[in-house]
């Protein structure tokens, strides 16, 4: 299990419930999508888990380390190089000799490979996304928390992320695990499982493609080509 939500509420100051006695379960490493209405709880629920916001009732229970990735990487990325953005996500008590070939090994693992000095301004959406990814990775995150990664994006760059975090999240050694937020119904087809929430309630995963034919059936009398 990697991460645990049982009967988890978190109201605002307004007296609104964002989240109401709210049930997850992430059993395992992979790909997990959610969906759901604007208004629904998804950032809330994102920042709960980070340890942002502070539930009121309810117990979370997580075994790794999360990181969040916003939909604008502007909003995270901080200082002017790849390489030196790196430094600053990199965990404590590491030996300073080991930093550039672990900045250059993570770059590589995001397909950055030689961007160490490469400036900010001179990313893409998709390299900062991705960039972004390399972070949470170097971070030592266990669980990435993408908060709709890919609403910039171009349709084939969407689709150039998604691989890489399906990736990433099935690979043999250290898979890591992805609670993924789309409105995109074309992405549900790369998850683990997928979930739709509600008014501050999450529904039990489904097969990705369950879900989007249930969200988008096929009219009456027309097959799937
Ligand atoms: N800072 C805030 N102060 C008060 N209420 C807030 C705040 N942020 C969000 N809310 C409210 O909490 C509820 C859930 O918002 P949240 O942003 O979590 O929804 P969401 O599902 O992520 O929506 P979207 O798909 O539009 O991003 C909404 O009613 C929203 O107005």
């Not at 989240?19 to 920042?47: A, D, E, H, Q, Y």
């Not at 160490?116 to 390399?134: D, F, T």
């Not at 990433?168 to 789309?182: G, M, S, V």
């Amino acid at each position: 299990m990697v991460l645990r939500l049982e009967q988890v509420s978190f109201s605002w100051p307004s007296g609104h419930n964002a989240l109401w006695k709210c049930n997850l379960i992430v059993p395992k490493p992979g790909l997990w999508m959610l969906l759901g209405k604007n208004g629904s709880g998804k950032s809330t629920l994102f920042r709960v888990v980070k340890g942002l916001l502070k539930h009121q009732s309810g117990c979370i229970t997580c075994t790794s380390k999360t990181a969040l990735v916003f939909q604008n990487p502007d909003h995270q990325l901080l200082l002017p190089t790849c390489g030196s953005d790196l430094r600053l996500q990199m965990p404590a008590g590491l030996v300073p000799d080991t930093y550039q070939y672990i900045i250059d090994r993570t770059l590589s693992m995001v397909g950055l490979e030689g961007f160490a000095e490469r400036p900010l301004y001179s990313l893409s959406g998709g390299q900062k996304q991705r960039l972004a990814i390399a972070g949470a990775i170097l971070s030592e995150a266990g669980l990435l928390l993408l908060d709709e990664p890919s609403a910039f994006l171009d349709p084939e760059t969407q689709n150039d992320l998604l691989e890489l975090v399906s990736s990433l999240c099935n690979r043999n050694k250290f898979p890591l695990t992805a609670l993924w937020i789309t409105h995109r119904l074309e992405e549900l087809d790369a998850c683990t499982g997928a979930a739709m929430m509600e008014k501050g309630q999450i529904s039990n995963w489904i097969e990705g493609n369950q879900l989007r034919m249930q969200l988008n059936p096929l009219p009456f009398g027309q097959v799937k080509g």
